[in-house]
């Protein structure tokens, strides 16, 4: 029982290390990388991506602060854009459908490495997902306009 | 500038490394003392059909419960309590990504006025499609 225990506990903790000496320096890069608005920078490259997925241009900032930041962040940027009137009620439900399958990757693909997984299936995977998904719904929801025009205006 | 955003940096790492210790040493150490006890077996013998699917020994449905409930901390802490090839950890990690800690964010996209089974749905299909693919990729390589 000792032996397990402390299999246990030892165990754990070094897992922690290893976490943290990832952890430290990856939210040290992003804390820059948001300060000094590479997103914005990267966003305004990127606008020609917009036509794929079918969402406004203005939209691809949020998609980007969710991909690379993390959900949370993402969704907080919707909701601001949202209420400025940037993007459109067909934007949010095409960036939560791209969120679904693909946020905060730079977290979550580093850490899962660590542990042994293969980073760059698991980067290809999530990306292409996300895309085909968004390109999907974005060429439906084109087809039948009646979704755009559900009022759900106290939500937002 | 930069000196403030490294500092802020620095407090948001040790704040998620802390978080992650939270959550990861439990669950660690309660996979650890359940992989000693006879439960463990019995769990593997009875999902062991489902999880053929994804090319993945019965106990790994822990994983994937622990992620889907709590999130891919929980997870990976499960991941490291039991024996796993590198096939196998990158099908469960493919398939954490795409669906975890379905609780709390669905509550988020909740707040974007937006059905919460659709997300759920989408992420847990998106999971068991892509757990299959992968699985069975990885036990054709491996």
Redesign the interface.
């Known amino acids: 029982m000792v032996e397990i225990m402390k299999e246990a506990v030892f165990g754990s903790m070094k897992s922690i290390y290893s976490m943290a000496i990832i952890v430290v320096p990856l939210m040290i890069v992003l804390q820059v990388a948001k300060d000094y608005q590479v997103l914005n920078k990267a966003a305004d490259l990127l606008r020609s991506a917009s036509r794929l997925l079918g969402i406004s241009k203005t939209a691809i900032f949020p998609l980007l602060v969710g991909v690379f930041f993390g959900i949370s962040y993402g969704a907080g940027v919707i909701i601001d854009s949202s209420r400025e009137g940037s993007i459109t009620k067909k934007d949010g439900i095409l960036l939560i459908v791209f969120f679904a399958a693909c946020h905060g990757i730079i977290e979550d693909t580093l850490i899962f490495a660590m542990i042994g997984a293969n980073a760059t299936v698991l980067v290809l995977i999530r990306v292409a997902a996300a895309i085909l998904l968004t390109y999907t719904l974005s060429r439906r929801m084109d087809s039948s306009k009646a979704v755009l025009h559900k009022p759900k205006e106290e939500n937002i | 500038?930069?000196v403030?955003?490294?500092r802020?940096?620095?407090k948001?790492?040790?704040e998620?490394?802390w978080m992650?210790?939270k959550i990861?040493?439990p669950v660690?150490?309660f996979v650890?003392?359940l992989k000693?006890t006879p439960i463990v077996n019995w769990i593997a013998y009875v999902f062991k059909p489902l999880m053929g699917l994804f090319n993945l020994p019965g106990e790994a449905v822990i994983v994937l419960v622990l992620g889907n409930v709590l999130d891919?901390?929980a997870a990976?802490?499960a991941?490291?309590?039991i024996t796993?090839t590198?096939a196998q950890?990158?099908t469960?990690?493919?398939m954490?990504?795409?669906s975890h800690a379905l609780i709390i964010?669905t509550a988020?996209?909740?707040?974007?006025?937006?059905s919460i089974l659709m997300?759920s749905g989408?992420?847990l299909s998106?999971a068991v499609v892509?757990g299959i693919l992968?699985g069975k990729i990885g036990g054709l390589l491996w």
Do not use: N
Not at chain 2, 108 to 114: D, T, V
């Open positions: 500038m930069l403030q955003s490294i802020t940096g620095i948001k790492g040790v998620t490394t992650l210790a990861i040493i660690y150490i650890t003392l000693h891919p901390y990976i802490g991941i490291k309590a796993l590198q950890i990158t469960l990690a493919v954490i990504c795409f964010e988020i996209a909740k707040r974007l006025g937006i997300v989408v992420r998106l892509f992968v």
